[in-house]
Protein backbone atom coordinates (compact mmCIF):
# COMPACT_ATOMS: atom_id res chain seq x y z
CA UNK A 1 0.00 0.00 0.00
CA UNK A 2 1.17 3.74 -0.12
CA UNK A 3 3.25 5.21 2.25
CA UNK A 4 3.64 8.99 3.09
CA UNK A 5 6.71 10.94 4.92
CA UNK A 6 6.40 14.43 5.77
CA UNK A 7 8.32 16.70 7.41
CA UNK A 8 9.52 18.83 9.18
CA UNK A 9 7.49 17.47 12.30
CA UNK A 10 7.35 20.99 13.48
CA UNK A 11 7.96 24.25 12.01
CA UNK A 12 8.36 27.69 13.27
CA UNK A 13 8.65 30.73 11.39
CA UNK A 14 8.94 34.99 11.58
CA UNK A 15 5.71 36.00 10.28
CA UNK A 16 5.99 37.41 6.87
CA UNK A 17 8.54 34.58 6.03
CA UNK A 18 7.92 31.80 3.71
CA UNK A 19 7.76 28.09 4.98
CA UNK A 20 8.09 24.89 3.25
CA UNK A 21 6.43 21.56 3.70
CA UNK A 22 8.04 18.41 2.05
CA UNK A 23 6.58 14.96 1.67
CA UNK A 24 6.95 11.62 -0.48
CA UNK A 25 4.60 8.85 -1.44
CA UNK A 26 6.24 5.08 -2.11
CA UNK A 27 2.79 4.64 -4.86
CA UNK A 28 3.76 5.64 -7.97
CA UNK A 29 0.00 4.92 -8.95
CA UNK A 30 -1.07 7.23 -6.79
CA UNK A 31 -2.03 10.20 -8.95
CA UNK A 32 -3.90 13.12 -6.66
CA UNK A 33 -1.99 14.68 -3.64
CA UNK A 34 -4.17 17.08 -1.22
CA UNK A 35 -2.33 19.17 1.46
CA UNK A 36 -4.61 20.03 4.44
CA UNK A 37 -4.56 22.31 7.38
CA UNK A 38 -6.11 21.24 11.21
CA UNK A 39 -6.75 22.99 13.57
CA UNK A 40 -7.01 21.68 17.01
CA UNK A 41 -10.06 19.55 17.50
CA UNK A 42 -11.46 20.26 13.48
CA UNK A 43 -11.88 18.66 10.31
CA UNK A 44 -9.14 19.00 7.95
CA UNK A 45 -9.64 21.79 5.36
CA UNK A 46 -8.72 21.29 1.89
CA UNK A 47 -6.30 23.94 1.21
CA UNK A 48 -4.54 23.23 -2.30
CA UNK A 49 -4.84 20.08 -4.02
CA UNK A 50 -2.63 19.15 -7.07
CA UNK A 51 -3.32 15.93 -10.11
CA UNK A 52 -0.19 13.88 -11.38
CA UNK A 53 -0.98 15.59 -14.86
CA UNK A 54 0.55 19.02 -13.45
CA UNK A 55 4.14 19.80 -12.03
CA UNK A 56 3.04 22.71 -9.96
CA UNK A 57 -0.16 24.84 -8.78
CA UNK A 58 -0.49 27.98 -6.97
CA UNK A 59 -3.36 29.57 -5.30
CA UNK A 60 -2.13 33.22 -3.97
CA UNK A 61 0.21 32.81 -1.05
CA UNK A 62 0.05 28.50 -0.94
CA UNK A 63 1.98 26.55 -3.88
CA UNK A 64 2.33 23.19 -3.97
CA UNK A 65 4.90 21.69 -6.54
CA UNK A 66 4.67 17.51 -7.56
CA UNK A 67 8.19 16.01 -9.00
CA UNK A 68 6.54 12.45 -10.28
CA UNK A 69 9.83 10.93 -10.96
CA UNK A 70 10.88 11.60 -7.69
CA UNK A 71 7.77 10.95 -5.48
CA UNK A 72 8.11 13.80 -3.80
CA UNK A 73 5.59 17.15 -3.56
CA UNK A 74 5.98 19.94 -1.35
CA UNK A 75 3.91 22.90 0.08
CA UNK A 76 5.55 26.23 -0.11
CA UNK A 77 3.56 28.99 2.05
CA UNK A 78 4.82 32.61 1.25
CA UNK A 79 4.20 35.71 3.52
CA UNK A 80 3.17 33.90 6.60
CA UNK A 81 0.25 35.44 8.49
CA UNK A 82 0.04 34.20 12.66
CA UNK A 83 -3.56 32.81 11.23
CA UNK A 84 -1.29 30.24 9.21
CA UNK A 85 -0.17 28.47 12.57
CA UNK A 86 -1.95 25.04 12.17
CA UNK A 87 -1.09 20.93 11.53
CA UNK A 88 -0.34 20.93 7.73
CA UNK A 89 -0.80 17.17 6.16
CA UNK A 90 0.08 15.97 2.96
CA UNK A 91 -2.20 13.12 1.58
CA UNK A 92 -1.47 10.57 -1.24
CA UNK A 93 -3.77 8.04 -3.19
CA UNK A 94 -4.94 6.96 -6.66
CA UNK A 95 -7.95 8.82 -7.29
CA UNK A 96 -10.81 6.35 -7.97
CA UNK A 97 -13.46 7.56 -5.65
CA UNK A 98 -13.13 4.11 -3.83
CA UNK A 99 -9.55 4.88 -2.67
CA UNK A 100 -9.02 6.56 0.75
CA UNK A 101 -6.44 8.90 1.36
CA UNK A 102 -2.85 7.77 3.42
CA UNK A 103 -1.81 10.94 5.15
CA UNK A 104 1.67 12.20 6.27
CA UNK A 105 2.63 12.17 9.97
CA UNK A 106 2.01 16.33 10.15
CA UNK A 107 3.81 19.51 10.23
CA UNK A 108 3.17 21.72 13.41
CA UNK A 109 3.89 25.27 12.07
CA UNK A 110 4.26 28.15 14.13
CA UNK A 111 4.14 31.36 12.64
CA UNK A 112 5.05 33.90 14.89
CA UNK A 113 4.17 37.34 14.82
CA UNK B 1 -19.34 22.04 -2.12
CA UNK B 2 -20.61 19.03 -0.82
CA UNK B 3 -21.41 18.81 2.65
CA UNK B 4 -20.67 15.26 5.04
CA UNK B 5 -22.57 16.10 8.63
CA UNK B 6 -21.41 13.50 11.26
CA UNK B 7 -22.82 13.40 14.20
CA UNK B 8 -22.17 13.78 18.04
CA UNK B 9 -19.20 15.83 18.24
CA UNK B 10 -18.28 15.11 20.76
CA UNK B 11 -19.33 12.32 23.57
CA UNK B 12 -18.18 10.41 26.90
CA UNK B 13 -18.88 6.75 27.68
CA UNK B 14 -18.33 4.12 30.59
CA UNK B 15 -15.84 1.34 29.75
CA UNK B 16 -18.22 -1.45 29.02
CA UNK B 17 -20.88 0.39 26.79
CA UNK B 18 -21.45 1.38 23.08
CA UNK B 19 -21.04 4.08 20.79
CA UNK B 20 -22.63 5.01 17.74
CA UNK B 21 -21.16 7.78 15.39
CA UNK B 22 -23.40 8.97 12.56
CA UNK B 23 -21.60 10.22 8.98
CA UNK B 24 -24.61 11.93 6.44
CA UNK B 25 -24.04 13.12 3.17
CA UNK B 26 -26.63 16.08 3.02
CA UNK B 27 -26.17 17.20 -0.71
CA UNK B 28 -24.79 13.92 -2.51
CA UNK B 29 -24.88 10.28 -2.67
CA UNK B 30 -21.92 8.49 -1.32
CA UNK B 31 -21.48 4.79 -2.10
CA UNK B 32 -18.29 4.71 -0.44
CA UNK B 33 -17.56 6.31 3.02
CA UNK B 34 -14.01 5.92 4.68
CA UNK B 35 -13.52 6.02 8.62
CA UNK B 36 -10.52 7.76 10.29
CA UNK B 37 -9.27 7.31 13.67
CA UNK B 38 -6.64 10.28 14.70
CA UNK B 39 -4.83 10.02 18.09
CA UNK B 40 -3.89 13.39 19.84
CA UNK B 41 -0.74 14.82 18.27
CA UNK B 42 -0.98 12.20 15.39
CA UNK B 43 -1.91 11.56 12.05
CA UNK B 44 -5.22 10.65 10.30
CA UNK B 45 -5.31 6.78 9.66
CA UNK B 46 -7.49 4.97 8.00
CA UNK B 47 -9.88 2.00 10.04
CA UNK B 48 -12.06 1.06 7.33
CA UNK B 49 -13.75 1.53 4.21
CA UNK B 50 -17.92 1.37 4.04
CA UNK B 51 -19.45 0.80 1.17
CA UNK B 52 -23.23 0.68 0.47
CA UNK B 53 -25.23 -2.50 -0.19
CA UNK B 54 -22.25 -4.43 1.49
CA UNK B 55 -19.77 -5.13 3.75
CA UNK B 56 -17.11 -2.90 5.16
CA UNK B 57 -13.49 -3.58 4.75
CA UNK B 58 -11.31 -2.59 7.44
CA UNK B 59 -7.61 -2.29 7.89
CA UNK B 60 -4.84 -4.21 9.39
CA UNK B 61 -5.00 -4.47 12.72
CA UNK B 62 -8.54 -2.96 13.11
CA UNK B 63 -11.13 -5.37 14.86
CA UNK B 64 -14.17 -5.81 12.64
CA UNK B 65 -16.22 -6.93 15.83
CA UNK B 66 -15.14 -3.99 17.68
CA UNK B 67 -15.80 -0.84 15.22
CA UNK B 68 -19.41 -2.06 13.43
CA UNK B 69 -20.04 -0.31 10.26
CA UNK B 70 -23.28 -0.01 8.70
CA UNK B 71 -23.84 1.60 4.94
CA UNK B 72 -27.42 0.80 4.61
CA UNK B 73 -28.12 4.06 2.68
CA UNK B 74 -26.73 6.25 -0.23
CA UNK B 75 -26.81 8.98 2.54
CA UNK B 76 -25.98 7.33 5.73
CA UNK B 77 -22.82 5.23 7.43
CA UNK B 78 -22.72 4.37 11.12
CA UNK B 79 -19.48 3.83 13.29
CA UNK B 80 -20.56 1.72 16.68
CA UNK B 81 -17.72 1.22 19.13
CA UNK B 82 -18.65 -1.64 21.02
CA UNK B 83 -17.34 -2.07 24.48
CA UNK B 84 -15.61 0.73 24.88
CA UNK B 85 -12.25 0.96 26.59
CA UNK B 86 -10.20 4.05 27.09
CA UNK B 87 -7.76 3.16 24.75
CA UNK B 88 -10.51 4.03 22.20
CA UNK B 89 -10.54 7.43 23.36
CA UNK B 90 -10.42 9.01 19.94
CA UNK B 91 -11.14 11.93 17.37
CA UNK B 92 -13.07 9.82 14.66
CA UNK B 93 -13.33 11.14 11.56
CA UNK B 94 -15.25 9.95 8.69
CA UNK B 95 -15.05 11.65 4.81
CA UNK B 96 -16.96 10.59 1.72
CA UNK B 97 -15.84 11.22 -1.74
CA UNK B 98 -18.48 13.67 -3.15
CA UNK B 99 -18.04 12.12 -6.99
CA UNK B 100 -18.21 8.46 -8.41
CA UNK B 101 -14.83 9.04 -10.09
CA UNK B 102 -13.01 11.43 -7.97
CA UNK B 103 -11.44 10.97 -4.33
CA UNK B 104 -11.30 14.66 -3.49
CA UNK B 105 -12.46 14.29 -0.26
CA UNK B 106 -15.20 15.71 2.27
CA UNK B 107 -14.87 15.38 5.77
CA UNK B 108 -17.72 15.27 8.82
CA UNK B 109 -16.95 17.27 11.96
CA UNK B 110 -14.79 14.54 13.97
CA UNK B 111 -16.29 12.92 16.81
CA UNK B 112 -14.19 12.82 20.03
CA UNK B 113 -14.93 10.05 21.89
CA UNK B 114 -14.05 9.63 25.44
CA UNK B 115 -14.22 6.56 27.51
CA UNK B 116 -14.02 6.79 31.17
Known amino acids: GENVEQHPSTLSVQEGDSAVIKCTYS??????FPWYKQELGKRPQLIIDIRSNVGEKKDQRIAVTLNKTAKHFSLHITETQPEDSAVYFC????????????FGSGTRLQVQP | GAVVSQHPSRVICKSGTSVKIECRSLDFQATTMFWYRQFPKQSLMLMAT?????????EQGVEKDKFLINHASLTLSTLTVTSAHPEDSSFYIC????????????FGQGTRLTVV
Open chain 1, 27 to 32: DSASNY
Open chain 1, 91 to 102: AATLDTGRRALT
Open chain 2, 95 to 106: SAPSRALSTEAF
Open chain 2, 50 to 58: SNEGSKATY
